[in-house]
């Protein structure tokens, strides 16, 4: 699959990067208080990873939403481009 898509990475190291930044979060602040507290941490740290895999600024993206100004595109639609510029070449 690699020799046909070179833009595919040989490793896998992206996703365990993401996991180490919410233990690292997790060890900082002693872990969440309550279940919705995790459920909070987990979501933001989701947006958070995807954003800056993206190239986006994180606390830009939040308050574009939050002010609903929606400026910027969602990021599912940006995936979506992304995943269209990169099976296209």
């Given at each position: 699959?690699?020799?046909?898509?070179?833009?595919?990475?040989?490793?896998?190291?992206?996703?365990?990067?993401?996991?180490?930044?919410?233990?690292?979060?997790?060890?900082?602040?002693?872990g969440?208080?309550?279940?919705?507290?995790?459920?909070?941490?987990?979501?933001?740290?989701?947006?958070?990873?995807?954003?800056?895999?993206l190239?986006?600024?994180?606390?830009?993206?939040?308050?574009?939403?939050?002010?609903?100004?929606?400026?910027?595109?969602?990021?599912a639609?940006?995936?979506?481009?992304?995943?269209?510029?990169?099976?296209?070449n």
């Amino acid at each position: 699959m690699v020799l046909e898509h070179s833009e595919i990475p040989l490793h896998n190291n992206s996703a365990e990067n993401s996991a180490r930044d919410r233990v690292r979060k997790r060890d900082v602040s002693y872990g969440p208080r309550t279940e919705n507290g995790a459920e909070s941490w987990d979501t933001f740290m989701s947006i958070a990873g995807t954003a800056k895999k993206l190239g986006v600024s994180f606390f830009k993206y939040i308050f574009d939403r939050i002010s609903k100004a929606y400026k910027q595109p969602s990021l599912a639609e940006m995936i979506s481009i992304k995943s269209k510029e990169i099976f296209q070449n």
